[in-house]
């Protein structure tokens, strides 16, 4: 018998290897834009949201409470909203995000005290809002859109040297804190080390003496803070002790005139939850 040629019989091999390259190269290029899934990133809600977002709040008395000026200050994990009209503080922390979606556990103050826990779950949309939907009761329940400020960028990031006080020009920083009757008046140096000027009088934080450090957090518009609150009277000095929190400032009228300011006390002992927030100016 005469034997095959060698190119003959190795000619059904070829054509195996060959259709297996095809589809190998095929699938290397193929594009999920004609109905294949794809992976969304997951968002970064990072920075500061400006204070022209909106919410809608239940009061505790079958009402509303209508917000139009929420605004928020947000990293890594952690998100404070804040309305300086309707004296209300969210304090929380981002638990998950997949994709578009998050969810949030808060703790929720009124008027610098009056603690109490709620529940959120949204949308962020990076760079530029995060909408959500507050489970809980009173002013815990209700939802709310915030909108991402223009000043997130390298040009306004986060410098000492646009907060810090000096003689002559911008001598204190001063707001009403925990409805307070007169305001609490502090001093940024340029190391970042805050210092009571004048005590607050009056509600929740009355002869409260600050002392702490802010400190740029890096591309960002944010600070990070952590203080002290020493002296404070009534109610067996239970506001004393550590915060910690986030500021930002922001232009109204004047460059960097108003810096937007919320600590809350470390601890998990309910009776002795309290936020000193305030847009100081």
């Given at each position: 018998?005469?034997?095959?040629?060698?190119?003959?019989?190795?000619?059904?091999?070829?054509?195996?290897f060959w259709v297996l390259f095809v589809?190998?190269?095929?699938?290397?290029?193929h594009s999920s834009s004609g109905g294949g899934s794809s992976v969304v990133p997951d968002a970064d809600p990072a920075g500061y949201y400006i204070n022209t977002g909106t919410a809608s709040v239940d009061d505790g008395m079958s009402g509303t409470i209508d917000i139009n000026d929420l605004q928020a200050m947000v990293n890594g994990d952690r998100?404070?909203?804040?309305?300086?009209a309707n004296k209300l503080l969210y304090d929380g922390n981002i638990t998950n995000i997949d994709g578009n979606s998050f969810t949030a556990d808060f703790i929720v103050y009124t008027d610098g005290a009056n603690p109490m826990a709620t529940t959120a779950s949204g949308t962020i949309t990076t760079g530029s809002s995060i909408t959500g939907t507050l489970t809980g009761s009173g002013v815990g329940s209700g939802s709310f859109t915030l909108s991402y400020a223009s000043t997130n960028h390298n040009?306004?990031?986060?410098?000492?040297a646009r907060i810090e006080n000096e003689a002559g020009v911008n001598t204190t920083w001063g707001a009403k804190v925990g409805n307070s009757v007169f305001e609490q008046e502090i001093i940024i140096d340029s190391s970042g080390a805050i210092t009571s000027e004048t005590p607050p009088l009056?509600?929740?934080?009355?002869?409260c003496d600050m002392n702490g450090t802010l400190s740029p957090i890096s591309g960002s518009s944010l600070y990070s803070v952590s203080v002290t609150l020493a002296g404070c009277g009534g109610a067996g000095g239970i506001r004393n002790g550590d915060y910690t929190g986030l500021a930002t400032s922001r232009t109204d009228l004047e460059t960097d005139d108003t810096?937007?300011?919320?600590?809350?006390?470390?601890?998990?002992?309910?009776?002795?939850?309290?936020?000193l927030n305030a847009e100081f100016k």
């Open positions: 018998m005469t034997p095959r040629n060698l190119s003959t019989r190795l000619t059904p091999f070829l054509m195996i589809l190998v190269v095929q699938g290397c290029f998100i404070i909203m804040m309305s300086v040009d306004t990031a986060a410098d000492i009056g509600g929740v934080f009355t002869s810096l937007v300011f919320a600590v809350t006390k470390d601890t998990t002992v309910a009776n002795e939850r309290f936020s």
